[in-house]
């Protein structure tokens, strides 16, 4: 009996110890990813990425609600970001400072101040920069501006470019987008799309628009 049971701990230890040897990744409020290793991956504020332990390399922005009052308001979004960072066996958290307003916006765009945190508080260094793209910002292709940023000197980029390194897996509440599903439009086009036409309108098309969403909820 003892036999037997010595074998089942060692392999229920063994199992343990490989299930802990990770590094989740959790982003807070307003942010969502939209790179992950040089390959599209979208995530949503609240969800989390299981990655494996290593050097990962992330593209992220932040969208918030700018205003003077909560009944005049309109969605921003930051200039996306690669951020670079290293962790083994951890559960992390990426934050961005708390943006209400245009000057706070572009305050966050110059600095770029995110918080990458462990669980028990403790700061994750990184590296950060922006992953620039002069025009229309509606469709990017964000593995194709990696491979080319990742040529740059940058002390985010990510040397040698490797597209195939380890995929990550989505652990968030909500369900996973996997663009391009027939029949199904790519859901982060169609929120690109409506956050710069909202951001074209004027005040009274704003308030149309506003009035429209509540009566149709």
Same mark, same amino acid.
């Given at each position: 009996m003892k036999a037997r049971f010595l074998p089942l701990c060692l392999s229920i230890g063994l199992f343990s110890s490989q299930a802990l040897a990770d590094v989740t990744l959790t982003l807070d409020s307003c942010l969502q990813a939209h790179a992950l290793n040089g390959q599209e991956k979208e *995530? /949503?504020?609240? =969800?989390? *990425?299981t990655l494996a332990?290593? &050097?990962?390399? *992330?593209?992220? $922005?932040c969208t918030a609600n700018l205003g003077r009052s909560e009944d005049d308001t309109f969605p921003e979004t930051s200039d996306a970001f690669v951020l670079l960072f290293e962790a083994r066996d951890a559960e992390l958290t990426l934050s961005a400072p708390v943006i209400n307003t245009e000057t706070q916006m572009e305050r966050f765009n110059r600095q770029?101040?995110?918080?990458l945190v462990s669980s028990d508080g403790a700061a994750v260094s990184y590296? &950060? $920069?922006v992953l620039k793209k002069e025009g229309f910002q509606v469709f990017r292709d964000y593995p194709e501006e990696l491979e080319a940023f990742n040529r740059t000197d940058s002390p985010a980029a990510l040397r040698?470019? /490797?597209?195939? *390194?380890? /995929? /990550?897996?989505?652990?968030?509440?909500?369900p996973a987008t996997h663009a391009g599903d027939a029949g199904a439009p790519d859901q982060e086009t169609v929120r690109q799309m409506l956050r710069y036409w909202y951001l074209q309108a004027d005040r009274e098309a704003r308030n149309e628009w506003k009035n429209?969403? =509540?009566?149709?909820?």
């Open positions: *995530l /949503a504020a609240g =969800e989390s *990425l332990n290593g &050097t990962h390399q *992330l593209v992220v $922005d770029g101040n995110f918080r590296q &950060t $920069d040698p470019y /490797a597209p195939g *390194l380890p /995929a /990550a897996v989505s652990n968030g509440a909500g429209w969403i =509540e009566s149709s909820q």
